[in-house]
């Protein structure tokens, strides 16, 4: 459709900041349908990918206010996903009355659903979905950054603060498409694979499971409603970490 390929072009150049496009229904391309495969980043990739976000803040730390926006924006957007584990749904739903500064926690009690008539905020399908989690410190520290700079946003264009935590550039809630493409942005911009945003969910299971959490403890904090889904991403990343380390052995050790 020559028309969302325009306002792709431009959200690229960051001339806009959502594709209107975006909100028509279709049929799920075969790409989006990708997203929902085991896809994560290890430790090393997070790393690169989380220096080339706070180089990106830091260069635009005396830029246009737009560009603090932006950059602070994915920042905390993006540090959150993989530090939480939240299924994008819930992040977009997400309001600051829903974090907690003081208990170092965020409540899931909504999420985002598609009707006929476009996304709307619903309540989760499944008990296991309604949770509180514990947030590190930084992410903390970043979240209440960027609380700072989204009221300075909107108070500079004069709109209203709906509460909302990751909003666009009018203080609104991000399609289901418009954080796919931001994510999918930055893979490139940190010169990473794409794991979409689902692909942060999955990260952060490998995070619990690298750390040492037990399965029991893996569901509960991902709201999974039954201990398989945690299972089998287990067996995914497992999997691929062993074939990787593999790799690693026969390029050092390849007689």
Known sequence: ML?????????????????????????????????????????????????YLDNKVKHHSNGKLMQKYFSELDLALFRFLTYSGLRGSEARALEWPDINFSDKTVTVNKNMSLTKSGFIVSTPKTKSSYRTITLDDKTLKLLKKWQLRQKEMLFANGLRDNNIVFTNLFGERFTRQDLYQRASRLSKAANLHTIGVH??????????????ASMKEAQVRLGHSNIEMTMNIYTHVTKEATEKTVEKLMKFANL
């Open 3 to 51: 028309n969302t390929k325009v306002m792709n072009y431009a959200i690229s150049l960051e001339l806009v900041n959502n594709n209107p496009f975006n909100n028509v229904i279709r049929p799920t391309p075969k790409k989006e349908i990708e997203e929902d495969k085991i896809k994560f980043y290890t430790l090393n990739e997070l790393k690169q990918l989380f220096e």
């Open 199 to 212: 692909g942060f969910r999955h990260t952060h299971a490998s995070l619990l499971f690298e750390a040492g």
